[in-house]
């Protein structure tokens, strides 16, 4: 089966730091990878490589056996690549409905679609449907991390690719958000999650990578992953 996205050899830099080295991933379609590592390992530059926002220096990335390495942003979302960036960065001075139009821009010549991934947001996240009038800088961190993953399934997205989706929520809210995450996946959409909570992102995932200073050290089924002991003591509190 060919790999709807696959990073050969990806090097990336910031100036003369050598952030990436080497990157080998693939992700297949209908699943959830997570990539998992330590704060500044390489996890947030992968995905800023991915969808445009970093060039690699070399190594080719391939979306549905296409090269996207050079594309403009916009044309990687309009292909389907959609990244929530870690920190959510919904627009705080904008309702929760005007974020989700924003989101969906790519299709704004097209007002029922737009109208209906509303309200499909609203399906999947009652509680934005509450406030969907209300300033999203208002809102709790939870909403707002939904909000943020509503704007980019606005999109239609074929991967979507989470940065961090539970960092700093209360565990009740942590829950809400993984439920979710799953069910984005039972729809159809394949997901590369990048989540600290290592523990939520195995019982998750399909896959694993594991990257260390720029570098993949390990990548198995996620099953084997929650087992093996450098995972364990390294990034579940063992």
Same mark, same amino acid.
């Given at each position: 089966?060919?790999?709807?996205? /696959?990073?050969?050899? #990806?090097?990336? !830099? !910031?100036? @003369? =730091?050598? $952030?990436?080295?080497? *990157?080998?991933?693939? =992700?297949?379609?209908?699943?959830?990878?997570?990539?998992?590592?330590?704060?500044?390992?390489?996890?947030?530059?992968?995905?800023?490589?991915?969808?445009?926002?970093? @060039?690699?220096?070399?190594?080719? &990335?391939?979306? %549905?056996?296409?090269?996207?390495?050079?594309?403009?942003?916009? /044309?990687?979302?309009?292909?389907?690549?959609?990244?929530?960036?870690?920190?959510?960065?919904?627009?705080?001075?904008?309702?929760?409905? +005007?974020?989700?139009?924003?989101?969906?821009?790519? !299709?704004?010549?097209?007002?029922?679609?737009? /109208?209906?991934?509303?309200?499909?947001?609203?399906?999947?996240?009652?509680?934005? @449907?509450?406030?969907?009038?209300?300033?999203?800088?208002?809102?709790?961190?939870?909403?707002?991390?939904?909000?943020? =993953?509503?704007?980019?399934?606005?999109?239609?997205?074929?991967?979507?690719?989470?940065?961090?989706?539970?960092?700093?929520?209360?565990? *009740?809210?942590?829950?809400? =958000?993984?439920?979710? &995450?799953?069910? &984005?996946?039972?729809?159809?959409?394949?997901?590369?999650? &990048? +989540?600290?909570?290592?523990?939520?992102?195995?019982?998750?995932? %399909?896959?694993? !990578?594991?990257?260390?200073?720029?570098?993949? #050290?390990?990548?198995?089924? $996620?099953?084997?992953?929650?087992?093996?002991?450098?995972?364990?003591?390294?990034?579940?509190?063992?």
């Amino acid at each position: 089966m060919k790999p709807l996205l /696959k990073l050969t050899d #990806v090097n990336s !830099y !910031y100036g @003369k =730091i050598h $952030a990436l080295n080497n *990157i080998n991933l693939e =992700i297949n379609e209908g699943e959830i990878v997570a990539l998992l590592g330590s704060n500044g390992a390489g996890k947030s530059t992968t995905l800023k490589t991915i969808s445009g926002l970093i @060039k690699p220096k070399s190594g080719s &990335i391939e979306w %549905n056996g296409k090269s996207i390495v050079g594309a403009p942003v916009h /044309k990687i979302v309009e292909s389907g690549i959609i990244h929530v960036p870690e920190g959510r960065r919904i627009f705080s001075g904008l309702t929760v409905t +005007e974020n989700l139009e924003l989101g969906g821009f790519t !299709y704004r010549k097209d007002k029922k679609w737009v /109208k209906e991934g509303i309200e499909r947001s609203f399906d999947l996240f009652p509680r934005l @449907k509450e406030r969907a009038k209300q300033l999203a800088g208002t809102l709790s961190g939870g909403e707002q991390q939904m909000v943020a =993953i509503s704007r980019g399934l606005m999109a239609n997205p074929k991967l979507l690719m989470l940065d961090e989706p539970s960092m700093g929520l209360a565990p *009740i809210i942590v829950q809400e =958000i993984m439920r979710i &995450i799953r069910e &984005i996946n039972k729809q159809g959409t394949t997901i590369l999650l &990048i +989540e600290q909570n290592a523990k939520a992102a195995l019982r998750l995932a %399909n896959r694993g !990578y594991l990257i260390e200073i720029g570098n993949i #050290v390990m990548h198995d089924t $996620a099953e084997v992953l929650r087992e093996d002991d450098k995972i364990i003591k390294a990034y579940l509190g063992a």
